[in-house]
């Protein structure tokens, strides 16, 4: 048996084979795989700036979003605060109002209770002589 490799004019058209195979395959594939993934590679890149930027944008309307509610909440609390103390004031005006009317109304029934007491006092006074006199006879017989 003899050596394996044996280098006679077969080697040379081989290794040209081979050399050729490799430029028409550099050619044919590997340099448009290679173009594929460079543009994929830059297009994910382009979609990831894209996301990072889309995100930030909706994490700042987000906080405005969450300041405006917050904003309409201070606001909305300040105005029923300032609601409930406006009831409160016109509660009170209201009961006051109230109070001063039934005072007057009190005083007014005190007065006329006053004056028929003094009318009904007087008229038994101006008859008294006629009630006594009445006793008297019958008293007397």
Same mark, same amino acid.
């Given at each position: 048996m003899g050596n394996i490799i044996?280098?006679?004019?077969?080697?040379?058209?081989?290794?040209?084979?081979?050399? $050729? @195979? $490799?430029?028409?395959?550099n050619f044919l594939l590997i340099r448009p795989v290679r173009r594929q993934?460079?543009?994929r590679a830059a297009?994910?890149?382009?979609?990831?700036?894209? $996301?990072? &930027?889309?995100?930030a944008e909706a994490q700042? &309307?987000?906080?405005a979003h969450e300041s405006a509610l917050a904003e309409a909440r201070a606001r909305a609390f300040a105005l &029923?605060?300032?609601?409930?103390?406006?009831? &409160?004031?016109?509660?009170?005006? $209201?009961?006051?109002a109230a109070q001063a009317e039934a005072r007057d109304f009190l005083d007014a029934s005190r007065e006329e209770v006053d004056r028929q007491s003094r009318e009904a006092?007087? @008229?038994l006074l101006a008859q008294v002589d006629v009630f006594a006199a009445r006793a008297?006879?019958?008293?007397?017989g």
């Open positions: 044996s280098l006679d004019e077969t080697f040379f058209f081989q290794l040209a084979n081979f050399l $050729i @195979t $490799i430029v028409v395959l993934i460079a543009e297009l994910t890149a382009g979609q990831a700036a894209d $996301i990072e &930027r889309l995100a700042a &309307r987000l906080a &029923r605060e300032e609601m409930k103390t406006q009831g &409160r004031s016109r509660e009170q005006d $209201i009961l006051e006092m007087q @008229t008297a006879a019958k008293l007397l």
